[in-house]
């Protein structure tokens, strides 16, 4: 048979983690819920105890469980999150020589466009939330660090959570993961200097207009203009185009 026509059977471990993780994420168990002792998942899917932890294993390093020793160990469910997949993201890149530029470039496509998503459909509600931010951020202006470090990439999520496309928060999330890492990286090379504060005022200056465009309901304006702040920001933090993810995340 050619190899390319040869089907692999699942291992029995792939398969009892496969009915599992079907039942956390789908609401069946919760988090925090402790899954059935080890000889009640074993009759249940008549399977062997090493079968079982390899289940377990599988799981676990999908960060969906985990799994306790000890007395009043066994294995409880977590809530999937976009950690773990930032991290495998963030190794990929790193094996890939990614740099930074071709990341803030995906970031900047995609979260332009979630931008104009979310003109066409925001809320009352959404634009308070985006009010609220703003104060936020204006009670920072007058430290840089503080504004770089508590507000900004907050408004960022912000954005993307209000547009609602859930794929696209996902994706982002895990971008944002090593944006930041290249933001911390960032302040701790770069002081606060004289220039610091207008810079921060100019990023807040940004912030209130993509807001005041989302408010007309503006989407090809607001993304247009969110897509050329973001690539102003690319160019203010890496000065180097030959920078690499590796760099940041090593």
Same mark, same amino acid.
């Given at each position: ?16 983690? #496969? ?88 970031? +900047?496509?995609?979260?332009? #466009? ?51 496309? *859930? ?16 933001? *911390? ?30 408010? *007309? ?14 690539? *102003?920001? +690319? ?16």
């Amino acid at each position: 048979m050619p190899r390319s026509a040869v089907v692999r059977v699942p291992k029995a471990g792939e398969m009892v983690a #496969a009915q599992l993780r079907r039942q956390i994420v789908t609401g069946q168990l919760h988090e925090g819920d402790a899954l059935p002792s080890e000889a009640a998942l074993m009759g249940q899917f008549g399977v062997s105890r090493p079968t079982l932890r390899e289940a377990f294993r599988i799981l676990e390093s999908e960060g969906i469980i985990q799994v306790r020793r000890g007395a009043r160990g066994g294995a409880h469910v977590l809530v999937p999150g976009t950690a773990a997949a930032g991290r495998f993201t963030g190794t990929l890149l790193q094996y890939r020589g990614t740099t930074l530029a071709d990341l803030h470039e995906a970031r +900047s496509h995609l979260e332009s #466009a979630g931008v104009g998503m979310l003109a066409e459909r925001r809320t009352a509600e959404d634009l308070a939330r985006l009010d609220e931010a703003l104060a936020q951020g204006e009670a920072l202006l007058g430290d840089p660090v503080g504004y770089a470090e508590r507000h900004d990439l907050g408004f960022h999520r912000l954005l993307i959570e209000l547009a609602g496309n *859930q794929t696209m928060i996902a994706l982002l999330d895990m971008l944002f993961s090593i944006v930041e890492l290249h933001n *911390q990286s960032f302040i701790k090379s770069h002081p606060p200097d004289a220039s610091s504060e207008t810079k921060v005022r100019a990023a807040h200056r940004a912030h209130t207009k993509v807001v005041d465009l989302l408010r *007309q309901g503006d989407g090809a304006r607001a993304a247009s203009f969110w897509r050329r702040h973001l690539s *102003q920001v +690319s160019e203010y933090m890496i000065s180097d185009p030959g920078e690499i993810v590796l760099d940041v995340l090593a």
